[in-house]
């Protein structure tokens, strides 16, 4: 049961956010101040740090010598609740206006496995646990996919 409320919540969440990334255009998507914005219907594991559910935004803060760079990620208030290294870094895959985080559920947990930012063409991906033997035998849950979307950066 709680399963099925999950989904309806996600599915909810993912028709609302998608009319809001139609509303982007993917080139004012690719400015360096653009800031990305994303809502978690349930609580997430992010690289060791837990995000309660709640409407999130973060940028990609460069660093010298890596061409990924760390995502600061901020709650609603403008508070730092995290910053996110990539464990894989890929491109490819083609540009596109749809940005995504896939978040998968290990041991009763939420755990963000991808960030796929479509406009940069890149994908970020995370650790997250080995799936448990009980995990294995029931055919794990799918992975759940959060939309993410692009606003300017105000300062």
């Not at 994908?123 to 979307?149: C, D, F, I, M, S």
Request: proline share 6%; net charge positive; glycine share 10%.
């Amino acid at each position: 049961m709680k399963g099925a409320i999950c989904a309806i919540r996600v599915a909810g969440l993912v028709l609302g956010v998608m009319a809001v990334l139609g509303l982007n255009h993917p080139a004012q998507a690719q400015q360096e101040d653009m800031r990305y914005n994303f809502a978690l219907p349930f609580a997430v594991q992010w690289q060791g740090s837990t995000l309660p559910a709640g409407e999130y935004h973060f940028s990609v803060q460069a660093v010298p010598a890596s061409t990924s760079g760390i995502l600061i990620i901020r709650d609603a208030k403008g508070h730092t609740k995290t910053a996110a290294s990539p464990v894989v870094m890929r491109t490819g895959g083609g540009f596109s206006a749809e940005s995504t985080l896939t978040i998968v559920s290990r041991e009763g947990k939420m755990y963000v496995q991808s960030l796929r930012l479509g406009p940069n063409g890149t994908t970020r991906e995370y650790e997250v646990p080995n799936l448990n033997k009980a995990e294995q035998r029931e055919l794990a849950e799918p992975p759940k996919v959060v939309p993410v979307h692009s606003a300017a950066n105000r300062g």
